[in-house]
Antibody, heavy 114, light 113 residues
Framework: EVQLVESGEGLVQPGSSMKLSCVAS????????MNWIRQAPKKGLEWIALIYYDSSSKYYADSVKGRFTISRDNSKNTLYLEMNSLRSEDTAMYYCAKDFFDYWGQGVMVTVSS | DVVMTQTPVSLSLAIGQPASISCKSS???????????LSWILQRPGQSPKRLIY???KLDSGVPDRFSGSGSETEFTLKISRVEAEDLGVYYCWQATHFPHLTFGSGTKLEIK
């Protein structure tokens, strides 16, 4: 059974940093691209970052480019999202999703507020 | 970026009624490889999203066959032949044709009368 389990949720102040993790199981993690998608409270879905199976390419939405970094450790079956210079508008539920969004994690809440 | 426009914004249906949701893209979703990377996702209340349909009309494993997808180029439709209680939630279309700029529709909320 495919499972994606995010961690790292919390409340942080504007301008600070935070790192999310997503541990994968039930499939060969190193064979698939992975994504981060977020959902602001009462809002729709926004794709924010993608990483190739071998980390050879990474892509970002304009809203997070230059502030967020996606990475992975295939030896640990883990996907990461490093978030810097956080803003109030980054407050959202953050989901990791496999490949073409065929599996999603349960999500973690990130709140940016003073 | 490609803009995905969904209609209606919401619909309220009784159990057993059919449902139809439209998704229109601002550009053709036919990829240079000939495939159309248009998918549908359902987010039930309080749950994470779940993919239902990919490549316009292919049902994901375990998705009931009362769901169907159709369309081409810029116009796509998700249909539910007979709505059941478990179908309530928000439906999103999304495209991956114009990779790496992946975009979602704004969502259609299905309520059960």
């Amino acid at each position: 059974e495919v499972q994606l389990v995010e961690s790292g949720e919390g409340l942080v102040q504007p301008g600070s940093s935070m790192k999310l993790s997503c541990v994968a199981s039930g499939f060969t993690f190193s064979n698939y691209g992975m994504n981060w998608i977020r959902q602001a409270p009462k809002k729709g879905l926004e794709w924010i970052a993608l990483i190739y199976y071998d980390s050879s390419s990474k892509y970002y939405a304009d809203s997070v480019k230059g502030r967020f970094t996606i990475s992975r450790d295939n030896s640990k079956n883990t996907l990461y999202l490093e978030m810097n210079s956080l803003r109030s508008e980054d407050t959202a539920m953050y989901y990791c999703a496999k490949d073409f969004f065929d599996y999603w994690g349960q999500g973690v809440m990130v709140t940016v507020s003073s | 970026d490609v803009v995905m426009t969904q209609t209606p914004v919401s619909l309220s249906l009784a159990i057993g009624q059919p449902a139809s949701i439209s998704c229109k893209s601002s550009q053709s979703l036919v990829h240079s490889d000939g495939k159309t990377y248009l998918s549908w996702i359902l987010q039930r209340p309080g749950q994470s999203p779940k993919r239902l349909i990919y490549l316009v009309s292919k049902l994901d494993s375990g998705v009931p066959d009362r769901f169907s997808g159709s369309g081409s180029e810029t116009e796509f439709t998700l249909k539910i032949s007979r709505v059941e209680a478990e179908d309530l939630g928000v439906y999103y279309c999304w495209q991956a044709t114009h990779f790496p700029h992946l975009t979602f529709g704004s969502g259609t909320k299905l309520e059960i009368k």
